[in-house]
Every structure is written in structure tokens, then in C-alpha cells.
């Protein structure tokens, strides 16, 4: 048997360049946005997709553990090396064509998610999901994580978007999942199956991506309301109308007072500090226009104040403050525990009330926003790390949120995934049956376990973790 | 070890009056729609769904085939109990209620498509996937097929609407997959590796969809060409000028043939016999206005001729030409090897040329029809069963078809699955490697193999079988 080293020496003798050891790149590979670091033995940066067959037949031959990293935009852990081996940068692996007739994208899983909807865009057609990090993040990560973002409750979420993918097994072995046709009922779904499955069920190299039409018109409102159960009522009642907002972003109190605060800005001159909804709605020029009747008389009928972008550098500016708010939190803590929970409509009310408890007996700022049209919800539990009393507070709030929103039928991630962060707490979604299919397919698919290793079943509390002091370019300030 | 018989007598001693071992019922759950007839030992009919859960756990034990059915509408041979051993019947568990609020249907899997519909435009609400057998079929063998339909270009395919499943294990372990929420990020995806399982991986109960608000406006637009290929061609045209039609189907001149001589009508005075594409507009009305400029300017431009249905009584007419036409088939041949492949969109023309050289190969008829948003065409080779040089040409018609169908880049099946009839045909598809991880999955989930044995992999020639002569409430005439 041989060692790792001689392995990985194996494996450079192979691909050359492709594999880099030097500490610098290793060091570079060994965190993502949660900035917890583990050393991997060599960074691969493939080339091409095949050069991916040859590292992960070499590394389940000799189960070495395989990490696949994107830009490393996830907050969950999911890209760190915990147990070493090796780690595929796929960045590289880019490319981005359009099929304008058919309204499809098909890209390389290394594709950063804003250019892919920028090079859709100059041919009319639109990709959807947006997560706040799209300008980094890649198509891949996004894949790995089924994320989503603002459009997701009109429009859904990466999981939606995904026509067919390619990639390898564990074995190395080249597999394609679904062709690039709106219609596939051919077999067992594991294209699905891989979407979300965090890069530990096989490697995505390559996806075909549904596009629609791009639309002409957008048209955005702002809206106040008295508290935050008033809030989420009135949201409801909007979607009771069956009116579908493009985007419907809801900002509590406290999250409102610390994008003011860090923008040193009033988000809605005269509703200062008041929770607020920013709408908007996207479709053709005329079907903007009805729906914008609907959607005036409802906030007459709902809000305290409300108020339309008379312009796209206005609309910007609204939604510049709404893409802020997430980094201004760190004004009120060092440390944030941050919760993409979903919660189901039926229980928008008992969810305003639950959450102002919390606060009120965590005593730790929680400021909250999010995406209505959908449920998730982003709950950011502020606290101090040097200060025992805070982490503890936030440890007991956290667990109680997750049980909380779990019991109100909901669940513990929208679009982050589990990675390591949300570990702690998978079986309060699961039941123990579910949790073995999920096992038993892991095993079937990857029986070695060399793909990212140590994620989803293992219960690791990351935030208890030392972390790196690196700024990331998408970190606040 | 005990006997089948035995085994039998101790599951009706649990659930009892569920329990049905008479010859007739056994005899009525021994085919679907392929007609091709297996008896079983039993017929359950769960009065709720923990019955379920017994019947799996004591067949898990005692590894007694379990096969799972609706209606039985599919006519690959999927609900077909090959070995013996029970079946469920899941008609009873048919409960439907609307989420008006969230737009989400919950319902049983023993609900009917149409009903499902129903009762969800009463509240405004709108179900798109529509198979033609929507007044018959399942919800349950719709997510087992992941079927389709004329809606599935714009909106999607049953899986495009499944939020959540929930479900047993062959063990009889009750598991949910998801939550009534639109995002859902936690843990592996099992319920989109339900979706199209043909009941082999988990026996669905029930499920959480999501609806679209109802569109208010429809319009319709008959329009003929000079020949397929033209019809092909303009309909990539539509498509890349961004339109998106809600429902866009096409009619080949043997189709329009067959269909015009079983209803002894014209469908387009003036155009007799030549292919046709029905088109369908749905949105706001201003939407709909808009939109109907751009497809009059196409149809100008791309078709011979062009029509509007000027009520919903005349649309009804045209849609009721195009739903019959498949039945109408039966007058060219007493057998039919009706294939649901697709094809992408790029190679539509060359499609064209293809079926045409097929057509004249073969001897044979092989009217076409289909759904042109999605490339999912519906390839109807027609023979004499009792002529083996038609039956011959028959089989090699099909061959060649799904040989040349993955060679262009699309699938074998897009809305139907593999069933029995398709077997022969999963291997065009799908790599070694491919079909090796599905039924690695497979033993993953089902060790045992209980659930819906003899489907998917084993290879068989579904169309050699005897067919029973029964009539089903879906057959022609």
C-alpha cells in the first residue's frame, strides 16, 4: 500500500502542472467562506473534465479523500477538506454557450453564476436563481448546495433550473444524467439526486441549464408596516390574490436599523426603523401594468407607507441596501449564527410571534430577513464569541429555532445545505429511517467514501472552531 | 419459512376486508394498459396509509413481490405484477385539498389527475401537467412515470411540481422527503430520486404540489405547413423568437390523416392533409393580447395557412382532434409500438428527414404527433400482428428509431418510463456505468427486491406477449 505522498506524486506524475502541492496553494484550498482550515495534499486544477476521471479513479483505488471547490462562497463548511486528500479546484472548467432556440445554457460547472445569466441576458433569455453571493459563486456550488436566492418563489431554485448534468462517479467512470431536452423519463432520476447532494454523491463537471425569457418590464415598491406579524400577514394576503412577485424581500426591524446604520441612510424616509417588504414584479410590459394595480391596492389596503421606484437606479438602490443588510449584521457581534430556515406560509404569524420571543429570551439581537414569497427566511443569531453567556445564548437559540421550525412543518435549510454547520442539527429534520436511505445511497454510490468525506452525518459545531482572519472579497467592507 | 399462501392468509388476517384474494379482483389488478396479464396472489386496497406500512413490512420479511398501482392507464407494462406476489391498490387513498393561501395542492396518491385540476381552479388555481389520460390516471403513477404532457414546453413535468412526498420504504418505515415549502436544502434528494422510480425505490402515499395561478386568458391558433419539415422549422423559429406558448402541439400529415377519417371531419378546410401545429396562448389577457401579435407575425411569415378558434367551444373542437388522434391509429394496424421520445430541438429538422426515410423503409405507417415545446414526440409504428414481415419491420423500425433518437442527442422516453416496454431500449441510453449506479441504488433502497420486480433492467419484448381483449374506459371507441 502506498503512502499518501508517494499517491500524490503518482498523481502529478499524470497530470503535471494540474496538481499543484506548494503551501501556498494548498492553503488556498483548505477553507471556504466559514473559514475553518484543513491542509489538503494537493490542489488539482483540471484542465479538462477528463483529467477529473484519472484523479478519482487514483483516489478511490487508493482512498484518498476528494474535496470539490467552486470560488468557496458557502458559509456551511461544505468545501473544507476535513480530512485532507485532495482537493479539484474546478474554475477553470467555465465555459458558457447559449442554445438560443431551445432557451437552454450549457456550462462548465466552474461558471460563475452572474456571467451565466450576463451571457443569457444578451441573448434575451433569463436564469433565475440568484444567490446574494452570484457574483463569486459557481454553477457548480450552486448544484452542490441546490441553491436559491430573491426569484425563488416565483421562479424556484437551482433544482429547477437543471435540465441534464454530467460528471463521474466515484469510480471515475463518466456518466451523463438526463439530455438536453425539457422531457427525460428514462431510467432512475440521479440527476436529482445529485443536485444537493454537497459533491459527496459524484462529481458535476458539467450541467444544461433551462433559461426563460427575460422579462421586458420590472417594476419595484417599497412598503412599511407596523411590526413584524403585521408584515408577514399582509404578505400572505398578497399571495392568497395569486399575485406572484418576481421578488418578495422582507427586512424585521433590527435588520432595517443595521443596513441604516452601516449605509448611514434612511431606507424609507418618514417609516424610519419599521420593518419593510421591497416588492418586485417582472413580466411583459402590459402584464407589469395590471399586476401593478393589484399590487398598489394591496399595499393601500396592508401597509403604513409604500412607495414606487420611479426609476432602475432608485429600484437599485433599494435593492443595494436589502443585499447589505447580511454584512452590516457584524455591527451588533463578532459572531453570527446564520439560519436559512424555511417556514411554511400557513404559519407566517405564529413564526412572527415565535421569533420576538426569542430575541426577547435569548437577549442577543436576532435581526431577520428574507425571501416571503417562499419561506426562507434568514435568522441571524448576533453574539460575542469571547463572551461565554452570549455563546450560549446563541447555542440554546439555535437549537430552538431548528426544533421550532421543524415542528411548525418547515425546514432547517432553504439553500445553504447541511456541509458541517448545520450537522447538529439533520435529525431534527430527519427521522432515523430517513437518515439510513440517506447513508444506504452514499454507500451504494460511493462505497469508499472518498467524496467529501465527513460532511452531513457527522456531527461537527463548526462555529466552535477556531477561524481564520482572512477577508474574503465578498465579505462585508 | 412460510408458504406465499400462508403469508397471504396471515396479511389478511391484519388489514382483512382490504385483503382481496378473489379471482375476480386478482384478475382485475393482473394488467395496465399494455394488456398483458400476471396474476397476483392478492389485491390490497389500504383503507389508510399506514396499511401500508404493514403490507411492505411483512412482504419485506417474507420477500413477497409488491407491485404498486393507479388506474393502470401506462402502456408500458409498469403496473403490470410481473411475479406474482401483491399488489397495492391505491385508488382509495384519493383525498385533494388546496393551500389556497400558498398555492399548493395536498393530496393523495390515489387522486385523479383532472380531479386534482378541478379542484384547484375552483380556488384559482391551475395544475399544468396534464397526460392524455388525465380523466383516469393517478397522481401516484403520474410521479411514478414522471409524466407530462401538452403543458410541458412553458410549464413542466410532473416532477417540475412535486414540493413534497411522503411515503414507505420496502422495510415499512414511513419517511418524508421535503416539506410543504418551496425550499428545501437539507440532506440527500430522495424525493426527485422517487420521481420516476415506477414505484421501485418507495411506495408514494402522498404528496404536496405546487400550483400556478390560473391562467385568466387562453388563445388558440391552428396553423398548416407544406410538409414536416417545414413545420419543424417554424416551430424552432417560434421558439427562438422567445415565445412561449402554453401549449404547442404537432400533427403529422398521417396523423391528421387518421384523425380526420375517425371523425369524419377536416381539420383545416382548405388544408386538407397536411401536417398541422395546434398552438395554445395562456397568461393575463393583456399578456395574451400581446403575445397573439407575435405568433400572427410568425404564422405569416413560417405557415401556409392559419386560423383562430374563435370561441372556447371551437379551441374545444381542435383540442378534441388532437386528443383522439392517437386512438384513431388502431385503423392503420391492430398494433402499435407507440414510442414518447425527444428530440432536441437543434436537430429537429433533421428529425424530420429521418422519420420521413423511416417511413419509406419500414413499409410501414408511422403517423407522429407531439408536443413541440419539449421535443417529445409521440412515434406511433403501426402493424398487422399477424403479418411477421410487418411485425418484423415493426421491430426494426423501433430499434432504428431509438438508436438514431440518442444519436441526436435525445432520450428514449420523456414522459412515459421504462416499465417492461422499454427494457430492450435502456441500454441505448444509459452507459454500463450509467445503469450500474441505478441499481446499485436500487439494491440500496430495496435489498430485497420486493418492489415492482422484473421492471427497468431485465430486457423484455413486451409486444411478443399475449394481449388480453378487454376494453378500457381510455381506448378508442
Known sequence: MKTPVQ?????????????????????????????????????????????????????????VPVTVRGRGTTLMGSAAPVRGGWVIDMLRLNKISI??????????????????????????????????????????????????????????????????????????????????????????????????SEGMLGVVTGAVLKLVPLPPARWTLLTSFKDEGAALKAARALFR????????????????????????????????????ILLELAGGVSEVDDLKLEVLAWAQANALGFKEARSRDEAEALWTVRRKCSG??????????????????????????????LKRKSGLPIPTFGHLADGNLHVNIMYHRADP????????????????????????????GIGLAKTPFLRIQHSPAQVKAMQAVKKALDPRGILNPGKMFKEVRIWKYPKLQVHLPWDHK
Chains 1, 2 share one sequence.
Open 241 to 276: 390574490a395569486r399575485v406572484q412577485p418576481a421578488i418578495c424581500e422582507f427586512l424585521d426591524r433590527e435588520s432595517v436599523v443595521c443596513a441604516e446604520r452601516a449605509m448611514k441612510t434612511t431606507i424609507f424616509p418618514g417609516q424610519a426603523g419599521r420593518p419593510v
Open 99 to 196: 442554445d438560443a432556440d431551445a432557451g437552454m445554457a450549457h456550462v462548465g460547472a466552474g461558471a460563475t453564476t452572474a456571467n451565466i445569466q450576463a451571457t443569457a441576458e444578451k441573448l434575451g433569455w433569463f436564469y433565475p436563481p440568484d444567490p446574494s453571493s452570484k457574483n463569486y459563486c459557481t454553477i457548480g456550488g450552486n448544484i452542490a448546495c441546490n441553491a436559491g436566492g430573491m426569484h425563488g418563489g416565483k421562479y424556484g431554485v437551482t433544482r429547477d433550473f437543471i435540465i441534464a448534468l454530467r460528471g463521474y462517479l466515484p469510480t471515475g467512470e463518466f456518466v451523463e444524467w438526463g439530455t438536453a431536452t425539457k422531457k427525460f423519463s428514462a431510467g432512475f432520476n440521479l440527476r436529482d439526486l445529485w443536485i444537493g
Open 389 to 416: 453567556k452570549e455563546t450560549k445564548a446563541a447555542e440554546a437559540a439555535v437549537q430552538n429555532l431548528m426544533e421550532t421550525v421543524v415542528s411548525f412543518g418547515g425546514a432547517i435549510s432553504g439553500e445553504h
Open 328 to 357: 452590516a449584521m457584524f455591527e451588533l457581534g463578532d459572531a453570527k449564527l446564520n439560519e436559512d430556515i424555511v417556514v411554511p406560509m400557513r404559519n407566517y404569524e405564529k413564526f412572527a410571534r415565535y421569533l420576538a420571543g
Open 7 to 63: 499517491v500524490t506524486a503518482s498523481l502529478k506524475r499524470r497530470l503535471g502542472a494540474a496538481v499543484d502541492v506548494s503551501e501556498k496553494g494548498r492553503w488556498a484550498a483548505s477553507f471556504d467562506s466559514s473559514k475553518i482550515s484543513f491542509l489538503p495534499d494537493a490542489v488539482i486544477t483540471p484542465r479538462q473534465e477528463a483529467d477529473i476521471g484519472v484523479v478519482l479513479e487514483m483516489a478511490n483505488r487508493h482512498r
